[in-house]
């Protein structure tokens, strides 16, 4: 009751008092908080209520809403006349007031350096849209977060602004396009990928990967591609690297004979010896291998220690990535991950990634979100290696992409992806052309050259292998790629494919193909992406799951085929392939 009295008591000492007068009363009792450092946060509270409702009409409301924003963010305050300051260790905001309460204009400035117009944060505050305002002041915060004393601060900034600028010069070296694309050719071509410039809010990036399954607006497309990107910034270090202070590029810039920017030793420019180092922050985190990671490292001066990383299978990573890992199904053993997916024309794909092999400690993977690095002659070869995960990744995780089939019919089709090496994997399959298994390797070698070899029983035709490979590189989808290839086989029994036949010309007179990622486009994908379906003999070695593919397939599951030394081109112990697809004899028709 006594509570009860005390509240109407205020209610009726502040019926007729005005918001203006409450609002400047908390004010009042903010500033006379017992702990100085921290105002009570049930007032700070209230004042954040009271400025919701309040209406910023007037020069002052203004100056408090902006005060208390920089509160907010930890920065100081100061006013001049009809000109806020909100202050930090590295930076400073510049507000200039209408006496309505608008704003005129708003600056932001590195202390020591001029200040610039910021449009973004201008049209906040004309909007009256604080909440994000505030936001925004926060990334301005993160940007200048630089660790040491003022004058390591000033040092550090000093020497990541002369590191953008070097950025920006490699990119704009004249180099030889790639792609028909300039945006896309820029992105996945460009010695340092395509720079959007440091604004007043952001700092440099680089978006340096996205999978060709962004251009082409089909419903081929699997997967929905996401441009692959890292901000430029500074971090600080354990132990102290050599820095930059001034531009390392040799003026003008040259070229070496393998076409790569050529920089000056730090020793012939001005560097000083600082606790930090550079940093890619990795916008998304990208999941990286084992042997990735060892490359990461041999290339940069700075040490990704290990005690951060968490390491896992790298399908596992991928699937926690992906929107359909919450929508696996458990059918079969829980190490097993099992995806259906539908594509175009009503065809269903099952895809089984056995997860003890991929255990293998080749595919023992991590997730990285920033890569620390101490020269920019280090950027375009940790980009290239980037590029190179980011393409196997697309690869494989196309096997489970977010566009799952949650009906609980059967499936057309079904798929065992293996590991063969740290950048191949391979794809065993019931043949349409024939009742055997037959295997497609495929190997990332980089991000812009795949290759695809099949293996079976009678598949002889090179132009087959070369056809698949401009697909996989057009489309980046594992399941596009063998719904062309399995329409492919099929049309082998009704008219075999030329062994003489170029590659270009069966694409372009292909009317079977059921879409314009695979066929329509498919002669322009010659063009654009000339690939040799070859594999080197000193690449790899012919994978075992091939091999024991062809085995099973005549030893095994159908004893009836031609079993002849001769047609075995790759004799092996006979070992299961697939063997949850088999049926109690070891065929698979009650499945395929």
């Not at 977060?145 to 602004?161: A, C, F, M, R, W």
């Not at 000083?272 to 985190?285: D, I, N, S, T």
């Amino acid at each position: 009751m006594k509570s009860k009295s005390i509240i109407s008591d205020l209610h009726l000492k502040f019926a007729e008092k005005t918001w203006n007068e409450t609002f400047q009363l908390v004010r009042r009792c903010m500033d006379k908080s017992r702990d100085e450092s921290k105002p009570c946060e049930l007032l700070v509270r209230s004042l954040e209520r009271l400025q919701q409702v309040f209406h910023v009409s007037s020069m002052n409301t203004m100056k408090s809403r902006l005060e208390l924003i920089a509160k907010q963010q930890g920065m100081g305050f100061h006013i001049t006349e009809a000109t806020c300051y909100l202050t930090a260790d590295l930076f400073y905001l510049e507000v200039v007031l209408l006496p309505c309460g608008g704003v005129e204009d708003v600056k932001v400035a590195p202390h020591g350096g001029s200040p610039a117009p910021s449009e973004s944060l201008l049209q906040l505050l004309r909007s009256k849209n604080f909440a994000e305002f505030s936001v925004k002041l926060a990334g301005l915060s993160t940007r200048y977060n630089i660790p040491g004393d003022n004058e390591v601060k000033l040092k550090l900034l000093t020497s990541l602004q002369c590191l953008w600028k070097d950025l920006q010069q490699i990119s704009h070296l004249q180099r030889e396009p790639k792609d028909s694309d300039p945006k896309v050719d820029l992105i996945n071509n460009g010695r340092v990928g395509c720079l959007i410039a440091g604004k007043e809010d952001c700092p440099l990036t680089i978006q340096f990967y996205i999978s060709p399954t962004n251009e082409m607006n089909t419903s081929d497309s699997l997967t929905g591609a996401v441009v692959q990107a890292a901000q430029v910034t500074v971090g600080v270090s354990d132990v102290t690297h050599n820095l930059q202070m001034a531009s390392v590029i040799p003026q003008p810039p040259q070229l070496d004979p393998q076409g790569c920017p050529a920089f000056l030793p730090l020793s012939q420019a001005p560097h000083e010896m600082l606790p930090a180092c550079f940093l890619l922050r990795l916008q998304p985190a990208v999941p990286v291998t084992v042997s990735f990671v060892d490359k990461l490292r041999q290339i940069t001066d700075a040490i990704i220690p290990d005690v951060d990383l968490q390491w896992a299978p790298l399908p596992k990573l991928l699937m926690s990535r992906s929107q359909s890992a919450s929508s696996r199904e458990e059918s079969m053993d829980e190490q097993d991950a099992v995806f259906t997916l539908p594509l175009p024309g009503g065809v269903r794909h099952s895809y089984i990634l056995p997860g003890a092999a991929w255990e293998v400690p080749a595919q023992r993977s991590t997730v990285v979100d920033r890569i620390p690095f101490t020269l920019p002659a280090h950027v375009p070869a940790l980009l290239e290696l980037l590029r190179h995960q980011c393409a196997f990744n697309t690869l494989l995780g196309s096997c489970f992409a977010s566009q799952r089939d949650r009906t609980s019919s059967a499936c057309d089709l079904h798929f065992e992806v293996l590991p063969e090496s740290e950048t191949s994997f391979s794809v065993t399959f019931h043949r349409p052309d024939a009742d055997s298994l037959a295997v497609l390797l495929v190997n990332v070698r980089d991000s812009r050259q795949i290759s695809c070899t099949l293996f079976g029983e009678g598949i002889e035709d090179p132009s087959l292998a070369e056809y698949i490979s401009t697909v996989m590189m057009r489309c980046m989808s594992v399941p596009v790629t063998l719904r062309t290839l399995h329409i492919k086989l099929a049309d082998i029994t009704s008219a075999p494919l030329s062994p003489r036949r170029p590659a270009t010309t069966e694409a372009e007179n292909d009317h079977s193909a059921p879409s314009s990622t695979t066929v329509t486009d498919t002669s322009s994908a010659l063009t654009t992406f000339p690939q040799s379906a070859s594999v080197p003999e000193d690449d790899f070695s012919v994978p075992g799951s091939a091999c024991h593919a062809v085995s099973v397939a005549k030893s095994e599951l159908l004893p009836e085929i031609n079993t002849s030394p001769a047609v075995t081109l790759y004799p092996v112990i006979p070992a299961g392939v697939c063997p949850h697809w088999m049926t109690r004899n070891g065929h698979l028709s009650e499945l395929i």
